[in-house]
């Protein structure tokens, strides 16, 4: 479908559209991948993005190991991933070009910035001649822009100096895209004075430069085609865009309100979770402390003794900083005050890939502490999910009086999409039912380890309770009293009573969606495969074919009827991005033959490689005999 | 009690404005005793050990402070030591080896109504540690960690600790160890702690003394206890005992009084004392002093002297400081980290209070339309 604008332009109908911005570390195209974000959610469309970055905060200029990133998938339908392959790469030098190109399509859409082109900068990055003359962007849309140039001149009355004036490249770039997408441009320009209110001539020079790429645009002729994406028809509602990091750190402060405690956070500054200490550290009208402690160990230990004394203490880490945490989190597990423990999961081991995504850390997070340490597991599957996640784990906290360990992931932190506003005055209250009296058979005493009947959960008497005064300490408790014991029986006792505890955990059961009800396929997930399972799952019934999927949000317990979901199938097939944790876990517990599709390339799954993995499995089942 | 409250036992006044240690925490009228403070477990330490005079003088204190029982809360690590917990009838937590000073930092910073206090001990302590007591003493939480030093691993059967003397000779170093110790009040110092102090364990009065002084002082106060393990390093402390070795050994501190120390002289005061030396101290004999104005007088605001001071201990006990070293004011982490979390309050309840729906709708919103 196509029409003219009033230039008579030529404006062509998406249902979706790719954009990936490229550039240097320091090129600001994390920001620039931020706004288009922002303008293409007020507009209305479904998005999802990925932002990729080195772990160098700069490294060297012009060089392969600096390109840095982000990825804007949006669409006029609900999507479910940041996209494979970007319908345009915005290149704005000879690394971003060299890094990206192979994933351009060919009939692609590429925008140079052709002031980095220069024989030094394409030697930096191991091309002999320019790619710009030599024939090898042919398949490509070539659009070469000199971006430095026309922003400089464009900011020539401003005086500001022309290094100075360069850096608002990447605002020309957005003006550009902005032009080509119809994106509405309020917003960036409103962004802009406040980001730079303090120095209103950077203000100024920014949004010259971004009206300079938008009327670039309009005026040349070198871009014949404008394209237009509709809204997406989603649920009413008020929408905003939001990361999982900002995400997780507002159902933190929300779940701080639904139970009525002070929020204390004690973390150490760990890529990719840092944000969340960044976000609560401004939240502080609502009764959070923010502690930024002198280790990870000390981060978690904070929120454990804030937690004995009646907050909501919680931690957030990454990769190495969990570990770190672990002995804490198994002092906890026998203390058995609630905790909430953040793992942004990247990857690993060691330090590994600070930037990068994984699903590795499910195992440790089950396992990783001495002795039997169990506790709740709970993982989102997309970045407004991190909102709800973090709700819920901190109900089954308090509810459980334990420590339950989110694990989000970097695609997830940094990844952002529409999320729908929940009405704060409808979320669900916790009551943290804190002990008053003394509680003992007679009635005369306090007993620390006396358990609820029904949750199996001990009192939370806080220091300041008169009659009430207790030690606990991770020794072994008896139970009932919780004095020290070291009786043989009481351990048996204690340790199935800590697991029929975090096993008698209420979690809903796993829906399948089998949208035929005859799928001998079932695709299982969890955490944030959510959405290229999805993407991949609707590619392959767009094809035909008959495929159930199903998505794992609490990963301990698990569902009580995902072992007959599970038996239910011929094949089930989980794809993570680790070597097969999850599936290890579920052929133990549920002897079932779970087939695994394993990654570790820092990268989410793509839909497309999803739907080849899945198109193989049913081949395979038919080519057995099995229905397909 | 409200004496105790406002501090400044020592009469320091650096014209700050002063706020005892125990400000916020409850008091009581009811009078207390050592036995309300005594939990129904039965204590567990080897016969002999140091803890049970310590716990005894603690017991005794406590009742003084004239705050809530309930409004007392005792976090340890692991060690001998750290059983302490048990044995009070308080709040208590024991935790996890090293790790007390962090965990009660946050019990501290939530709840300014409680007296939090640390017991740990050399290898708790100054070992694994010794990140979080040097960062709980830069922050200047307020807490009182009472640390143990017996110089040695009791609990895990007598290894060499990061405060025994070179060349000691344990179950893990047959040869005796290389290892040159702590000095933990100069550590302490050198973290800029704003109260140190230092007792023995069978000083009753002396111990009490620096406990009281340190409950008063609003901020982290380290009090380090000379505690002998009358199993793997029986004795060590002996010589700072009895009769006039010890009082030769041992050099108290008072606020404001030069420093002298020793049997008794002739004008009733000690033998020795302590005298300026180009930028460190000495030990000289009063009588052979020039004139009395090279006797340091004690200023327990000093930092340097307090530094100064603290090397004069030597590890051999020749010469080991009691008493206050240093006692100044500063801003706690804990009161500051309230006071910010309470204007963010204050100004956003003078606007109808913290709006949650707000916050998640942020600035850039969108509505779509059924």
Redesign the interface.
């Known amino acids: 479908m196509t029409s003219t604008d009033s230039t008579a332009r030529e404006v062509v109908s998406r249902d979706r559209v790719v954009i990936r911005f490229a550039g240097d570390s320091g090129d600001g195209m994390q920001l620039t991948g931020d706004r288009f974000t922002s303008e293409t959610a007020s507009f209305g469309n479904d998005l999802s993005t990925l932002p990729n970055f080195p772990a160098e905060i700069r490294a060297p200029a012009g060089t392969l190991p600096g390109v840095s990133s982000f990825q804007l998938h949006f669409a006029n339908y609900d999507i479910l991933t940041p996209g494979d392959r970007p319908d345009v790469l915005v290149a704005m030098n000879p690394a971003a070009l060299k890094a990206n190109v192979a994933d351009l399509p060919a009939g692609g859409i590429l925008i140079v910035n052709t002031d980095e082109f220069t024989k030094r900068n394409l030697t930096k990055v191991g091309y002999d001649g320019s790619p710009l003359d030599d024939g090898s962007l042919e398949r490509y849309t070539v659009h070469e822009v000199a971006m430095a140039t026309l922003t400089r001149g464009a900011l020539e009355q401003t005086g500001l100096s022309k290094k100075d004036a360069e850096r608002a490249k990447n605002m020309f770039a957005l003006g550009l895209l902005s032009w080509m997408y119809h994106r509405p441009t309020e917003g960036t320009e409103r962004f802009l004075r406040e980001k730079f209110a303090k120095r209103p001539d950077l203000a100024e020079a920014n949004v010259l430069a971004f009206k300079a790429g938008h009327a670039y645009g309009e005026t040349t002729e070198s871009f014949t085609v404008t394209y237009e994406v509709a809204p997406a028809p989603l649920p009413p509602g008020t929408y905003r865009q939001v990361t999982g990091n900002t995400a997780l750190a507002y159902g933190i402060v929300a779940a701080g309100q639904v139970t009525g405690l002070p929020v204390f956070l004690g973390s150490y500054p760990i890529t990719p979770a840092s944000d969340i200490l960044h976000e609560l550290s401004k939240h502080k009208a609502f009764g959070v402390t923010t502690f930024q402690a002198e280790d990870e160990i000390a981060g978690v230990g904070a929120a454990l003794g804030a937690a004995f004394g009646g907050a909501l203490g919680v931690t957030t880490t990454s990769g190495p900083g969990i570990s770190l945490k672990s002995e804490t989190i198994g002092l906890a597990v026998a203390l058995e005050l609630p905790l909430l423990v953040i793992d942004v999961q990247r990857g690993g081991p060691s330090t590994g890939l600070p930037t990068k995504t994984e699903q590795a850390d499910l195992l440790q997070a089950m396992f990783g502490r001495n002795g039997e340490a169990p506790l709740p597991i709970i993982a989102p599957r997309s970045p407004a999910d991190c909102f709800s996640t973090a709700i819920e784990a901190a109900r089954m906290a308090v509810t459980y009086r334990t420590p339950v360990l989110v694990l989000s992931d970097g695609s997830l932190a940094n990844g952002s999409e529409p999320w729908r506003v929940p009405d704060a005055s409808a979320l669900p209250r916790v009551d943290p039912l804190f002990a008053t009296e003394p509680n003992s058979p007679d009635g005369a005493e306090f007993w620390p380890y006396l358990r609820d009947d029904d949750t199996l959960a001990r009192p939370w008497a806080v220091p300041g309770t008169p009659g009430l005064e207790h030690r606990i300490g991770g020794l072994e408790k008896a139970d009932g009293r919780g004095s020290i014991s070291y009786d043989p029986d009481n351990h048996d006792r204690m340790t199935r009573l800590r697991a029929g505890k975090i096993d008698g955990i209420a979690v809903p059961d796993v829906e399948v969606d089998d949208p035929t009800g005859d799928a001998t396929v079932l695709v299982l997930g969890w955490g944030s495969t959510y959405g290229p399972i999805g993407a991949g799952a609707r590619r392959v019934r767009n094809l035909g074919h008959k495929i159930a999927t199903a998505h794992l949000r609490h990963l301990n317990p698990l569902p009580a009827n995902l072992g007959e979901v599970l038996r239910r199938y011929e094949q089930v097939l989980l794809p993570e991005m680790n070597l097969g944790q999850l599936a290890l876990l579920l052929r133990a517990e549920y002897l079932v033959d779970v087939q695994s599709y394993t990654k570790v390339a820092g990268l989410p799954f793509r839909a497309e490689e999803l739907q080849n993995v899945f198109l193989d499995h049913l081949a395979r089942n038919s080519a057995t005999g099995v229905n397909a | 009690m409200t004496a105790l409250h406002n501090g400044s036992a020592l009469g320091i006044d650096l014209g700050l404005p002063s706020i005892g240690g125990l400000h916020g925490v409850?008091t009581t009228d009811a009078k207390q005793t050592a036995r309300d403070y005594t939990?129904?477990?039965e204590v567990r330490w080897c016969p002999g050990c140091g803890d049970y005079a310590v716990l005894a003088a603690v017991r005794s204190f406590l009742p003084t402070l004239g705050i809530?029982?309930?409004?007392?809360?005792f976090?340890?690590g692991?060690g001998c030591s750290s059983r302490f917990?048990?044995y009070?009838?308080?709040?208590?937590?024991?935790?996890?080896h090293g790790?007390a000073p962090?965990?009660?930092?946050?019990?501290?910073?939530?709840?300014p109504?409680?007296s939090v206090w640390v017991v740990t001990g050399d290898g708790d302590a100054l070992s694994i540690g010794g990140?979080?007591l040097i960062?709980a003493l830069r922050r200047n939480v307020n807490l009182k960690i009472l640390l143990f030093n017996n110089r040695i691993y009791g609990l895990t059967k007598g290894q060499y600790s990061p405060t025994s003397e070179e060349g000691k000779v344990t179950k893990s170093t047959p040869l005796g160890s290389v290892d040159h110790p702590f000095n933990p009040i100069s550590l302490a110092l050198g973290a800029e702690a704003t109260f140190v102090g230092r007792a023995l364990d069978s000083d009753r009065k002396g111990l009490t003394a620096v406990l009281q002084a340190a409950a008063e002082h609003r901020g982290t106060a380290l009090v380090e206890i000379f505690q002998d393990c009358p199993i793997f390093n029986d004795g060590s402390f002996d010589v700072l005992r009895k009769g006039d070795e010890a009082a030769s050994r041992v050099i108290p501190l008072t606020h404001g009084e030069p420093i002298r120390f020793g049997p008794a002289g002739d004008d009733g005061l000690g033998t020795y004392a302590v005298v300026q030396e180009g930028f460190g101290l000495r030990v000289a004999k009063a009588d052979e002093i020039d004139s009395p104005g090279q006797i340091v007088v004690h200023d327990a605001a000093d930092h340097e002297l307090a530094f100064a001071l603290s090397r004069l201990s030597d590890q051999d006990l020749t010469h080991t400081v009691t008493g206050i070293f240093r006692n100044v004011e500063r801003a706690t982490y804990d009161d500051a980290?309230?006071a910010?979390?309470q204007?963010?309050?204050d100004?956003?309840e003078a606007r109808g209070g913290?709006d949650?729906?707000a916050?998640?709708?942020?600035r850039?919103?969108?509505?779509?339309?059924?």
């Open positions: 409850p939990s129904d477990q809530r029982r309930e409004n007392t809360v976090v340890s692991i917990p048990y009070l009838n308080t709040y208590g937590m024991h935790s996890i790790r962090a965990i009660a930092t946050g019990l501290s910073v939530s709840r109504d409680l990140n979080h960062h980290t309230r910010q979390v204007q963010a309050r100004t956003a913290a949650l729906q916050l998640l709708n942020g850039d919103t969108w509505t779509v339309v059924g």
